[in-house]
């Protein structure tokens, strides 16, 4: 059964970093896209930062770009979002997924495409 987890949400003040993790089981990474999205209650999930190695095609939300950067660690099978410069609209229950589609997506992180989430992990920033 494939699964995805992330970890490393915490509580930080604003301008402080984190570095989410997201560790997949039964799949490889590097075969899909994989995405972080963010969630606040009573909204959809939102796309921060997606990518698909095997076209090379990276996204990142206006409201993230400059601040945020999505990498990934072939050998563990490890995809980290590292967030820097924080601020209190960072605040939000972040989730990992992947999207096991083999082919071009019309839309680089469209929640609706991926199909394989985590538990959400929560991050939060104080002013």
């Known amino acids: 059964q494939w699964r995805v987890v992330e970890a490393g949400g915490d509580s930080v003040q604003a301008g402080g970093s984190l570095r989410l993790s997201c560790t997949a089981s039964g799949l490889r990474f590097g075969d899909f896209a994989v995405g972080w999205f963010r969630q606040v209650p009573g909204k959809e999930r939102e796309g921060v930062s997606c990518?698909?190695?095997?076209?090379?095609?990276?996204y990142y939300a206006e409201f993230v770009e400059g601040r945020f950067a999505i990498s990934r660690d072939k050998a563990k099978n490890t995809v980290y979002l590292q967030m820097e410069n924080q601020t209190p609209e960072d605040k939000d229950l972040y989730f990992c997924?992947?999207?096991?589609?083999?082919?071009?997506?019309?839309?680089?992180?469209?929640?609706?495409?991926?199909?394989?989430w985590g538990q959400g992990t929560q991050v939060t920033v104080s002013s």
């Open positions: 997924a992947a999207d096991t589609f083999i082919g071009e997506r019309t839309a680089p992180c469209r929640a609706t495409y991926f199909d394989y």
């Open positions: 990518y698909a190695w095997s076209s090379d095609r990276l």
